[in-house]
């Protein structure tokens, strides 16, 4: 007999067979579904005991709402899809998969900050329209020797900053949970978040997605970059004010910038954002690889169905809620 349903809310996924394997390992059946909305869920996951979440929101009426809820795991790092105060005072452990893409998003990073720093939008786009002329990336500096900027300097940005060893540049982070003495270990310096805005040639924006954080670059930032410099944004649109960056990329008050992801995902057909040169946009891919997905669907639906069978993780967000739920180390 089951021990319970783990449902799906969403996903994109071709298969869930990775899924199936380790929530049925534990005794749970697997059951998908696509919701979009609060009410969606609410309606198709009544009787959950944990949900496997992409993009659906999971607010505090969902969490209301369904009287077995025990844990939400969330496809990938970021958390924002999830209230966590309601979570924890309803005693709902939500967990993450930390760990699953550094390296993707790392190498996407660097993708999009070089090929925006060689101009390769502007230079493709001529060729594709017929013309070969390498003077319409003018000006383009050497790389060597500019100073790479880190906002958040986590997980995937350490890993940026050992990459940006081979291009000899300089990296600098603002971080203000990390010691110096941690950055200074990995040759990184610490500065505040205007220092590094008024000194970066290269931006790299790698911050989670908070009410503290939701449009920490905006007008004020987007003035003291540097009119050469390069925006590059791998970790969630809302953290960037896309309206004050479409106006600073049209004056000529930045050189360029890298999306993977925007405010509104998909980008709307007639966003601001496009078509404007020297801006590459790609629909929030940096964390894809074949192994990166097999691990994240794997990772997630045991970690999840483990906590809903009763048992501590380490993937647990909201540690508080360990005061409300009782959890047995796994032995
Ligand atoms: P992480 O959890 O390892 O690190 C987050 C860092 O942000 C921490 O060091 C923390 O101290 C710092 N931080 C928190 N608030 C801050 C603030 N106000 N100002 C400056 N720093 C702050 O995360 P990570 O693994 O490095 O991932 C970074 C982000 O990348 C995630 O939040 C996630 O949203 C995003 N991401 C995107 C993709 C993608 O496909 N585009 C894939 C994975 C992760």
Known sequence: MSRGKIYVTDYEYATLEPERMEVEKL????????????????????????LLDQYAPITRKVMEHLPNLRAVGRYGVGVNTVDLEAATENGVCVLNVPDYCQDEVSNHTFSLLLACARKLPVLFDQVQAGEWDYKVSKPISRLRGQTLGLVGFGRIPRMVAEKAKAFSVHV????????????????????SLDAL?????LISIHVPLTKDTHHLISVDQLKRMKPTAILVNTSRGQL??????????KDGRLAGAGLDVTECEPLEAGSELRGIPNV?????????????EREL????????????????????VNHAVRGKVCLQIRS
């Open 297 to 316: 669907k794997t990772k997630n639906a045991r970690n999840t169905a483990e906590v809903a069978a009763g048992f501590d993780n380490p993937a647990i």
């Open 27 to 50: 005794g749970f059946e697997l059951v998908p579904k696509q919701c979009r909305t609060e009410d969606d869920v609410i309606r198709e996951c009544k009787d959950a005991v944990a």
């Open 240 to 249: 960037v004010d896309e309206k004050a960056l479409c106006r600073a990329l």
């Open 197 to 201: 805005l008024e000194t970066a040639d």
């Open 280 to 292: 590459i946009i790609t629909p929030h891919a940096a964390w894809y690889s074949e192994e990166a």
């Open 172 to 191: 600098i982070a603002y971080d203000p949970y990390v010691s110096r003495a941690e950055a200074e270990l990995l040759g990184v310096q610490l500065v």
